[in-house]
């Protein structure tokens, strides 16, 4: 089974959401304004960071566990390739988390909380490719929901 597709929808969003600051930057404008970021926000990223770590690297070295303990068995290139977006979010995260400002952090915590999201509805829409009764399913699909619920209730209070 292949849910990978679902995932590529990030890309679009970073180039539309990117384009502003990317301007603002060539214009030579300074710091973005903004306070700093909420302690709360910052313990889900730093989380968000360990678990997409964890995720990473074991979707990269799936082939060496006869159990594996994840939602479905992907062919040994996709689980590789797979790996990077996890590893990706491991490396992005921090990089939030440790921004100067609320407004430097903003568009790419809201471009986490769409690509959590898109997971969550992608494990939605394809449900029944997935066997719920089995152990690992469950925890993917929770580990994504408390992580989305956390981002987005740290996002909205920040926000406020």
Do not use: C
Not at 36 to 46: D, F, T
Not at 118 to 139: E, H, K, M, N
Request: glycine share 8%.
């Amino acid at each position: 089974m292949e849910i990978a597709p679902g995932i590529y929808s990030e890309e679009p969003v970073w180039m539309i959401s990117l384009v502003p600051q990317a301007r603002a930057a060539a214009a030579g404008l300074g710091p973005l304004p903004g306070g700093e970021l909420h302690l709360l926000l910052k313990a889900v990223l730093w989380i968000e960071a360990v678990v997409m770590l964890v995720a990473g690297l074991y979707l990269f070295f799936l082939n060496r566990f006869s159990e594996p303990l994840w939602p479905w068995r992907p062919d040994p290139i996709s689980h590789r390739i797979m790996a990077g977006f996890p590893l990706a979010w491991a490396a992005w995260a921090p990089t939030l988390a440790l921004a100067g400002s609320w407004a430097e952090a903003r568009v790419g915590i809201l471009l986490n909380i769409i690509w959590l999201g898109v997971l969550l509805a992608t494990l939605a829409v394809f449900r029944s490719q997935f066997d719920l009764s089995r152990r690992p399913t469950r925890i993917y699909g929770g580990g994504i929901a408390i992580l989305f619920v956390l981002a987005v209730l740290s996002y909205l209070l920040q926000s406020v």
